[in-house]
Protein backbone atom coordinates (compact mmCIF):
# COMPACT_ATOMS: atom_id res chain seq x y z
CA UNK A 1 0.00 0.00 0.00
CA UNK A 2 2.95 2.12 0.91
CA UNK A 3 4.51 1.60 -2.20
CA UNK A 4 1.28 2.41 -4.44
CA UNK A 5 1.02 5.46 -2.88
CA UNK A 6 4.51 6.56 -3.31
CA UNK A 7 3.90 5.57 -7.17
CA UNK A 8 0.20 7.80 -7.06
CA UNK A 9 2.85 11.19 -5.74
CA UNK A 10 4.99 10.57 -8.36
CA UNK A 11 2.49 10.19 -11.32
CA UNK A 12 1.19 13.30 -9.96
CA UNK A 13 3.99 15.47 -9.87
CA UNK A 14 4.84 13.78 -13.41
CA UNK A 15 1.48 15.29 -14.44
CA UNK A 16 1.95 18.51 -12.71
CA UNK A 17 4.98 19.45 -14.94
CA UNK A 18 3.57 18.31 -18.19
CA UNK A 19 0.39 20.37 -17.47
CA UNK A 20 2.74 22.91 -16.54
CA UNK A 21 5.04 22.67 -19.67
CA UNK A 22 1.76 22.83 -21.92
CA UNK A 23 0.14 25.88 -20.50
CA UNK A 24 3.55 27.59 -20.41
CA UNK A 25 3.83 26.79 -24.49
CA UNK A 26 0.08 27.35 -24.72
CA UNK A 27 0.90 31.15 -22.91
CA UNK A 28 3.76 31.96 -25.42
CA UNK A 29 1.59 30.90 -28.89
CA UNK A 30 -0.95 33.18 -27.54
CA UNK A 31 1.94 36.16 -27.16
CA UNK A 32 0.72 36.43 -23.56
CA UNK A 33 4.34 35.28 -22.41
CA UNK A 34 6.95 36.42 -24.24
CA UNK A 35 9.67 33.44 -25.34
CA UNK A 36 13.00 34.45 -24.42
CA UNK A 37 15.71 33.94 -27.10
CA UNK A 38 18.29 31.65 -27.23
CA UNK A 39 21.27 34.37 -27.55
CA UNK A 40 21.80 36.05 -24.67
CA UNK A 41 23.65 39.47 -24.13
CA UNK A 42 25.86 38.42 -20.58
CA UNK A 43 26.73 42.18 -20.85
CA UNK A 44 23.62 43.15 -19.79
CA UNK A 45 23.46 40.87 -17.28
CA UNK A 46 26.71 42.80 -15.67
CA UNK A 47 25.02 46.45 -16.12
CA UNK A 48 22.50 45.70 -13.27
CA UNK A 49 25.06 46.55 -10.64
CA UNK A 50 26.00 50.12 -10.53
CA UNK A 51 29.84 49.11 -11.03
CA UNK A 52 32.48 48.55 -12.02
CA UNK A 53 30.93 46.89 -15.27
CA UNK A 54 31.30 46.92 -18.91
CA UNK A 55 29.07 48.61 -21.50
CA UNK A 56 28.75 47.46 -24.93
CA UNK A 57 29.74 48.88 -27.82
CA UNK A 58 28.50 47.42 -31.67
CA UNK A 59 29.70 43.76 -31.18
CA UNK A 60 26.07 43.61 -29.52
CA UNK A 61 24.08 45.12 -32.87
CA UNK A 62 26.52 42.81 -34.97
CA UNK A 63 25.48 39.35 -32.81
CA UNK A 64 21.67 40.45 -33.04
CA UNK A 65 21.82 40.71 -36.52
CA UNK A 66 23.57 37.65 -36.89
CA UNK A 67 20.94 36.12 -34.00
CA UNK A 68 18.04 37.18 -36.40
CA UNK A 69 19.72 35.87 -39.63
CA UNK A 70 19.57 39.25 -41.20
CA UNK A 71 20.75 40.25 -44.84
CA UNK A 72 23.79 42.84 -43.93
CA UNK A 73 27.04 44.47 -44.58
CA UNK A 74 29.43 45.12 -42.04
CA UNK A 75 31.83 48.21 -42.90
CA UNK A 76 34.97 47.74 -40.36
CA UNK A 77 37.13 50.35 -40.78
CA UNK A 78 39.54 49.45 -38.31
CA UNK A 79 39.72 46.39 -40.35
CA UNK A 80 39.22 48.00 -43.32
CA UNK A 81 37.05 45.69 -44.59
CA UNK A 82 33.52 45.50 -45.94
CA UNK A 83 31.35 42.50 -45.38
CA UNK A 84 28.05 40.73 -46.47
CA UNK A 85 26.03 38.88 -44.35
CA UNK A 86 23.50 36.63 -45.62
CA UNK A 87 20.72 35.06 -43.27
CA UNK A 88 23.19 35.87 -40.60
CA UNK A 89 26.25 34.17 -42.08
CA UNK A 90 29.37 36.04 -43.96
CA UNK A 91 29.00 35.85 -47.62
CA UNK A 92 32.03 37.39 -48.53
CA UNK A 93 34.18 40.75 -47.53
CA UNK A 94 36.43 43.21 -50.00
CA UNK A 95 39.38 45.49 -48.76
CA UNK A 96 38.35 49.28 -48.56
CA UNK A 97 40.42 51.51 -50.43
CA UNK A 98 40.19 54.89 -48.68
CA UNK A 99 37.87 55.66 -45.86
CA UNK A 100 37.04 59.70 -44.05
CA UNK A 101 39.59 61.48 -42.25
CA UNK A 102 37.90 62.17 -38.53
CA UNK A 103 40.83 64.74 -37.52
CA UNK A 104 39.37 66.68 -40.28
CA UNK A 105 35.25 67.10 -40.59
CA UNK A 106 35.55 63.97 -43.11
CA UNK A 107 35.31 60.94 -40.54
CA UNK A 108 33.08 58.25 -42.01
CA UNK A 109 29.28 57.85 -40.27
CA UNK A 110 29.36 55.12 -37.53
CA UNK A 111 26.48 53.30 -36.53
CA UNK A 112 23.61 51.32 -37.63
CA UNK A 113 21.69 52.37 -40.99
CA UNK A 114 20.51 51.02 -43.89
CA UNK A 115 20.61 51.49 -47.64
CA UNK A 116 18.88 54.48 -48.71
CA UNK A 117 20.06 54.47 -52.05
CA UNK A 118 21.78 52.97 -55.14
CA UNK A 119 23.09 54.47 -57.96
CA UNK A 120 25.22 53.02 -60.90
CA UNK A 121 26.76 56.25 -61.13
CA UNK A 122 26.20 59.66 -58.45
CA UNK A 123 27.31 62.04 -58.57
CA UNK A 124 29.16 64.43 -55.49
CA UNK A 125 28.10 67.79 -55.06
CA UNK A 126 30.49 68.49 -52.48
CA UNK A 127 33.95 66.86 -54.05
CA UNK A 128 32.54 67.21 -57.74
CA UNK A 129 33.50 63.80 -58.83
CA UNK A 130 31.42 60.79 -60.07
CA UNK A 131 31.27 57.55 -57.74
CA UNK A 132 29.87 54.77 -59.78
CA UNK A 133 28.17 51.87 -58.01
CA UNK A 134 27.10 54.24 -55.00
CA UNK A 135 25.09 52.83 -52.30
CA UNK A 136 23.63 55.35 -50.24
CA UNK A 137 23.57 54.84 -46.28
CA UNK A 138 23.46 58.35 -44.30
CA UNK A 139 23.83 61.97 -45.09
CA UNK A 140 26.60 62.90 -47.38
CA UNK A 141 28.31 59.08 -47.21
CA UNK A 142 28.07 56.57 -49.48
CA UNK A 143 30.03 52.90 -50.14
CA UNK A 144 31.03 53.09 -53.62
CA UNK A 145 33.67 52.48 -56.48
CA UNK A 146 36.70 54.68 -57.93
CA UNK A 147 35.66 58.13 -58.20
CA UNK A 148 36.59 60.04 -60.93
CA UNK A 149 36.55 63.80 -62.82
CA UNK A 150 33.80 64.46 -65.10
CA UNK A 151 37.01 64.67 -67.65
CA UNK A 152 37.61 61.43 -66.48
CA UNK A 153 40.57 62.00 -64.90
CA UNK A 154 40.55 59.55 -61.39
CA UNK A 155 40.43 60.91 -57.92
CA UNK A 156 43.91 60.09 -56.16
CA UNK A 157 43.90 60.22 -52.09
CA UNK A 158 44.63 58.11 -49.68
CA UNK A 159 41.51 59.26 -47.75
CA UNK A 160 38.36 60.12 -48.68
CA UNK A 161 36.13 62.96 -47.70
CA UNK A 162 33.77 60.28 -45.47
CA UNK A 163 32.79 58.30 -48.30
CA UNK A 164 33.83 54.44 -47.79
CA UNK A 165 35.91 53.30 -51.14
CA UNK A 166 36.08 50.46 -53.02
CA UNK A 167 37.67 49.17 -56.13
CA UNK A 168 35.03 48.94 -58.98
CA UNK A 169 35.12 45.43 -59.40
CA UNK A 170 34.14 45.22 -55.43
CA UNK A 171 31.82 47.74 -55.40
CA UNK A 172 30.12 45.84 -58.27
CA UNK A 173 29.78 42.64 -56.51
CA UNK A 174 28.84 44.77 -53.10
CA UNK A 175 26.08 46.66 -55.08
CA UNK A 176 24.80 43.66 -56.53
CA UNK A 177 24.68 41.98 -53.45
CA UNK A 178 22.87 45.24 -51.58
CA UNK A 179 18.68 45.64 -51.49
CA UNK A 180 17.36 48.65 -50.58
CA UNK A 181 16.47 48.71 -46.86
CA UNK A 182 19.28 45.88 -46.08
CA UNK A 183 21.30 47.14 -42.79
CA UNK A 184 24.79 48.65 -43.17
CA UNK A 185 26.75 48.46 -40.03
CA UNK A 186 29.53 50.98 -40.08
CA UNK A 187 31.94 49.91 -36.57
CA UNK A 188 34.75 52.60 -35.81
CA UNK A 189 37.14 49.84 -34.01
CA UNK A 190 36.35 47.58 -31.46
CA UNK A 191 36.54 47.65 -27.54
CA UNK A 192 40.04 47.26 -26.74
CA UNK A 193 41.05 45.04 -24.11
CA UNK A 194 42.67 47.22 -21.10
CA UNK A 195 41.74 46.07 -18.22
CA UNK A 196 42.30 48.05 -14.90
CA UNK A 197 44.04 46.69 -11.55
CA UNK A 198 41.49 45.37 -9.17
CA UNK A 199 42.17 46.52 -5.65
CA UNK A 200 40.29 48.07 -2.65
CA UNK A 201 38.80 51.55 -3.64
CA UNK A 202 38.80 54.99 -1.53
CA UNK A 203 34.93 55.69 -0.97
CA UNK A 204 33.32 57.65 -3.96
CA UNK A 205 32.37 60.80 -2.83
CA UNK A 206 29.38 62.47 -2.18
CA UNK A 207 28.24 64.73 -5.25
CA UNK A 208 24.77 66.30 -5.75
CA UNK A 209 24.11 64.88 -9.20
CA UNK A 210 21.03 62.95 -9.01
CA UNK A 211 22.53 61.00 -11.70
CA UNK A 212 25.77 60.18 -12.98
CA UNK A 213 28.12 57.37 -15.34
CA UNK A 214 32.30 57.44 -14.82
CA UNK A 215 33.38 55.64 -17.60
CA UNK A 216 36.89 54.59 -20.28
CA UNK A 217 35.72 55.40 -23.39
CA UNK A 218 38.13 53.33 -25.16
CA UNK A 219 37.43 50.05 -23.52
CA UNK A 220 33.49 50.39 -21.97
CA UNK A 221 34.88 50.00 -18.28
CA UNK A 222 32.48 52.01 -15.90
CA UNK A 223 33.99 52.82 -12.54
CA UNK A 224 30.96 54.12 -10.85
CA UNK A 225 27.71 54.90 -11.92
CA UNK A 226 24.20 56.34 -10.54
CA UNK A 227 20.98 55.72 -12.10
CA UNK A 228 22.93 55.78 -15.31
CA UNK A 229 19.75 54.09 -17.49
CA UNK A 230 16.82 56.54 -16.03
CA UNK A 231 15.50 59.44 -17.61
CA UNK A 232 16.58 62.93 -17.07
CA UNK A 233 16.59 66.46 -19.22
CA UNK A 234 19.96 67.10 -20.62
CA UNK A 235 19.42 70.79 -21.45
CA UNK A 236 22.18 72.13 -24.29
CA UNK A 237 24.20 68.79 -24.14
CA UNK A 238 21.94 68.42 -27.25
CA UNK A 239 24.16 70.77 -29.10
CA UNK A 240 26.39 68.38 -29.55
CA UNK A 241 24.08 66.32 -31.54
CA UNK A 242 23.20 69.34 -33.70
CA UNK A 243 26.44 70.30 -34.29
CA UNK A 244 26.68 65.94 -35.75
CA UNK A 245 24.09 66.05 -37.75
CA UNK A 246 24.66 69.74 -39.39
CA UNK A 247 28.54 68.21 -40.19
CA UNK A 248 27.25 65.43 -41.48
CA UNK A 249 24.82 65.86 -43.63
CA UNK A 250 25.51 69.86 -44.97
CA UNK A 251 28.75 71.10 -46.21
CA UNK A 252 30.33 73.13 -43.77
CA UNK A 253 31.19 76.10 -46.16
CA UNK A 254 27.25 76.65 -47.03
CA UNK A 255 26.02 79.96 -46.19
CA UNK A 256 22.81 80.52 -44.40
CA UNK A 257 21.22 83.87 -44.50
CA UNK A 258 19.56 84.90 -40.79
CA UNK A 259 16.29 85.64 -40.40
CA UNK A 260 14.18 87.05 -37.82
CA UNK A 261 12.00 84.10 -37.23
CA UNK A 262 14.97 81.94 -36.86
CA UNK A 263 15.99 84.55 -33.63
CA UNK A 264 14.07 82.33 -30.70
CA UNK A 265 13.17 85.05 -28.10
CA UNK A 266 15.64 83.27 -24.83
CA UNK A 267 18.83 83.88 -25.35
CA UNK A 268 20.46 86.31 -27.76
CA UNK A 269 24.12 86.26 -29.21
CA UNK A 270 26.15 89.17 -29.97
CA UNK A 271 26.61 89.39 -33.79
CA UNK A 272 24.25 86.93 -35.06
CA UNK A 273 21.54 89.32 -35.95
CA UNK A 274 18.48 89.15 -38.86
CA UNK A 275 19.54 90.20 -42.39
CA UNK A 276 23.51 88.66 -42.02
CA UNK A 277 25.05 85.49 -43.29
CA UNK A 278 27.34 83.20 -42.29
CA UNK A 279 28.37 79.62 -43.32
CA UNK A 280 27.74 76.94 -41.69
CA UNK A 281 31.37 76.75 -39.64
CA UNK A 282 31.23 79.88 -38.54
CA UNK A 283 28.31 78.95 -36.44
CA UNK A 284 30.03 76.17 -35.01
CA UNK A 285 31.77 78.26 -32.57
CA UNK A 286 28.69 79.84 -30.51
CA UNK A 287 26.81 77.24 -30.86
CA UNK A 288 29.58 75.15 -28.60
CA UNK A 289 31.77 77.69 -26.85
CA UNK A 290 29.39 80.05 -26.01
CA UNK A 291 25.92 77.65 -26.29
CA UNK A 292 24.45 79.76 -28.12
CA UNK A 293 20.58 79.02 -28.95
CA UNK A 294 20.52 81.18 -31.70
CA UNK A 295 23.28 79.22 -33.46
CA UNK A 296 21.30 76.16 -32.94
CA UNK A 297 17.97 77.53 -34.69
CA UNK A 298 19.60 79.00 -37.23
CA UNK A 299 21.79 76.10 -38.45
CA UNK A 300 18.81 74.17 -38.16
CA UNK A 301 16.58 76.11 -40.50
CA UNK A 302 19.32 74.99 -43.30
CA UNK A 303 17.66 72.14 -43.67
CA UNK A 304 14.46 72.83 -41.65
CA UNK A 305 13.77 72.79 -38.28
CA UNK A 306 11.39 69.56 -38.11
CA UNK A 307 13.90 67.36 -40.34
CA UNK A 308 16.93 68.73 -37.93
CA UNK A 309 15.23 67.29 -35.26
CA UNK A 310 13.96 64.28 -37.31
CA UNK A 311 17.75 63.63 -38.16
CA UNK A 312 19.32 64.29 -34.26
CA UNK A 313 16.62 61.57 -33.00
CA UNK A 314 17.63 59.40 -36.08
CA UNK A 315 21.23 59.51 -35.04
CA UNK A 316 20.82 58.99 -31.12
CA UNK A 317 19.59 55.55 -32.30
CA UNK A 318 21.64 54.56 -34.86
CA UNK A 319 24.83 55.45 -32.21
CA UNK A 320 23.35 53.49 -29.88
CA UNK A 321 21.55 56.48 -28.08
CA UNK A 322 18.24 53.86 -27.44
CA UNK A 323 16.58 56.24 -24.72
CA UNK A 324 17.57 59.91 -25.57
CA UNK A 325 14.99 62.00 -27.50
CA UNK A 326 15.77 65.82 -29.03
CA UNK A 327 12.61 67.87 -29.69
CA UNK A 328 14.16 70.91 -30.42
CA UNK A 329 18.20 71.52 -31.82
CA UNK A 330 19.47 74.03 -28.63
CA UNK A 331 18.33 71.55 -25.63
CA UNK A 332 15.95 74.81 -24.08
CA UNK A 333 12.92 72.10 -24.95
CA UNK A 334 11.99 70.42 -21.72
CA UNK A 335 11.13 67.10 -23.49
CA UNK A 336 15.26 66.93 -24.85
CA UNK A 337 15.83 64.37 -22.75
CA UNK A 338 18.33 60.83 -21.69
CA UNK A 339 20.73 59.33 -19.67
CA UNK A 340 23.89 59.11 -18.21
CA UNK A 341 24.50 55.87 -20.52
CA UNK A 342 23.62 57.22 -23.69
CA UNK A 343 25.54 60.01 -22.83
CA UNK A 344 28.94 57.89 -22.74
CA UNK A 345 28.11 56.48 -26.38
CA UNK A 346 27.35 60.50 -27.88
CA UNK A 347 31.02 61.27 -25.91
CA UNK A 348 32.76 58.12 -27.64
CA UNK A 349 31.28 59.07 -31.31
CA UNK A 350 32.42 62.37 -31.09
CA UNK A 351 35.62 61.56 -29.85
CA UNK A 352 36.53 58.79 -32.40
CA UNK A 353 34.46 60.26 -35.44
CA UNK A 354 34.00 64.16 -35.31
CA UNK A 355 36.79 65.27 -32.92
CA UNK A 356 37.00 68.70 -33.96
CA UNK A 357 33.79 69.47 -32.59
CA UNK A 358 35.95 68.63 -28.92
CA UNK A 359 38.85 70.83 -30.41
CA UNK A 360 36.08 73.77 -30.88
CA UNK A 361 34.86 73.18 -27.25
CA UNK A 362 37.80 73.77 -26.22
CA UNK A 363 37.88 77.25 -27.49
CA UNK A 364 40.20 76.78 -30.19
CA UNK A 365 40.13 76.77 -34.15
CA UNK A 366 39.27 72.80 -36.36
CA UNK A 367 39.27 72.43 -40.04
CA UNK A 368 38.28 75.30 -42.45
CA UNK A 369 39.68 77.87 -40.06
CA UNK A 370 40.17 80.65 -42.85
CA UNK A 371 36.19 81.03 -43.20
CA UNK A 372 35.76 81.88 -39.74
CA UNK A 373 34.80 85.37 -39.20
CA UNK A 374 33.78 85.04 -35.16
CA UNK A 375 36.77 86.59 -32.67
CA UNK A 376 37.06 82.87 -30.68
CA UNK A 377 38.71 85.37 -28.05
CA UNK A 378 35.81 87.21 -27.55
CA UNK A 379 33.18 84.18 -26.91
CA UNK A 380 32.39 83.52 -23.27
CA UNK A 381 33.53 79.69 -23.38
CA UNK A 382 31.07 77.98 -20.81
CA UNK A 383 32.85 74.59 -20.86
CA UNK A 384 34.58 75.48 -17.48
CA UNK A 385 37.86 72.93 -18.12
CA UNK A 386 38.88 74.57 -20.69
CA UNK A 387 42.27 75.19 -18.72
CA UNK A 388 42.87 71.75 -17.32
CA UNK A 389 45.67 70.31 -19.78
CA UNK A 390 43.72 66.93 -19.59
CA UNK A 391 40.33 68.40 -21.07
CA UNK A 392 39.97 66.88 -24.27
CA UNK A 393 36.02 68.77 -24.84
CA UNK A 394 32.84 68.50 -23.54
CA UNK A 395 29.71 70.51 -23.15
CA UNK A 396 27.84 72.04 -20.20
CA UNK A 397 24.07 73.07 -19.83
CA UNK A 398 21.25 74.53 -17.81
CA UNK A 399 17.72 75.09 -17.66
CA UNK A 400 15.75 75.54 -14.32
CA UNK A 401 13.59 72.15 -14.62
CA UNK A 402 16.95 70.36 -15.37
CA UNK A 403 19.26 71.70 -13.55
CA UNK A 404 23.07 71.79 -14.58
CA UNK A 405 23.45 69.02 -17.10
CA UNK A 406 27.70 67.69 -17.80
CA UNK A 407 29.90 65.85 -20.69
CA UNK A 408 33.02 66.19 -20.09
CA UNK A 409 36.31 64.02 -21.53
CA UNK A 410 39.58 63.88 -20.07
CA UNK A 411 42.83 62.32 -21.18
CA UNK A 412 44.44 60.69 -17.74
CA UNK A 413 47.45 58.84 -17.34
CA UNK A 414 47.54 55.54 -15.41
CA UNK A 415 50.09 54.86 -12.54
CA UNK A 416 51.88 52.71 -15.60
CA UNK A 417 51.69 56.05 -17.61
CA UNK A 418 49.30 54.23 -19.90
CA UNK A 419 46.92 57.11 -21.45
CA UNK A 420 42.93 56.54 -21.58
CA UNK A 421 40.29 58.98 -22.36
CA UNK A 422 37.54 59.04 -19.80
CA UNK A 423 34.12 60.58 -19.66
CA UNK A 424 32.17 61.89 -16.66
CA UNK A 425 28.43 62.28 -17.37
CA UNK A 426 26.10 64.62 -14.98
CA UNK A 427 22.41 65.18 -15.03
CA UNK A 428 20.53 66.73 -12.16
CA UNK A 429 24.11 68.53 -10.54
CA UNK A 430 23.70 71.43 -8.17
CA UNK A 431 26.88 72.33 -9.00
CA UNK A 432 28.81 70.31 -12.19
CA UNK A 433 32.38 72.11 -11.68
CA UNK A 434 32.14 70.52 -7.90
CA UNK A 435 30.96 67.72 -8.48
CA UNK A 436 33.44 67.05 -11.28
CA UNK A 437 36.25 68.01 -9.65
CA UNK A 438 35.01 65.18 -6.94
CA UNK A 439 35.23 62.35 -9.23
CA UNK A 440 38.15 63.66 -11.09
CA UNK A 441 39.96 63.99 -7.51
CA UNK A 442 39.02 60.03 -6.61
CA UNK A 443 39.79 58.44 -10.05
CA UNK A 444 43.40 60.17 -9.60
CA UNK A 445 43.34 58.58 -6.12
CA UNK A 446 42.34 55.26 -7.92
CA UNK A 447 43.46 54.94 -10.73
CA UNK A 448 45.50 57.76 -12.29
CA UNK A 449 48.28 59.48 -11.56
CA UNK A 450 47.89 62.97 -9.30
Same mark, same amino acid.
Given at each position: ???????????????????????????????????????????????????????????????????????? *??????????????????? /??????? /??? =?????????????????????????????? =??????????????????????????????????????????????????????????????????? /?????? =???????????????????????? /?????????????????????????????????????????????????????????????????????????? *????????????????????????????????????????????????????????????????????????????????????????????????????????????????????????????????????????????????????
Amino acid at each position: MKRLKILIKIFLVFLFFIIGAFSFNFLIEQKFIIKMPKFIDFSLIKMRKEAPFFLYFFEKTKKQLIFEEKDF *LEVNISEMKVKVFKKGILN /KEVPILA /KGD =PQGWGGTAVGLYKANSKTRIAFSVVSEVYM =PYAIGFYGKYYIHGEPYYPGGTPLVSSVSGGCIRLSNKDAKEIFNSTEIGMAILVIDKEKDDFEYPE /KKLTRF =PNVSAESYLVGDLDSGFIFAAKDY /KKEFQIASISKLMTAIVVTENIDLVKYILVKEEMLEPYGSTKGLEAGEMFRLIELLYPLLIESSNDAAEIMSFY *LGKEKTIKLMNEKAKAILMEQTEFSDPSGFDQNNVSNAKDLFYLARYILNNRPPILEITKGKKAGYSSEISFDIENLWNKNIFINDPTFIGGKTGFIKTSKETALFMFRLTTKESIERNIVICLLGSDNEEFDTQKIYIWLQKNYFKE
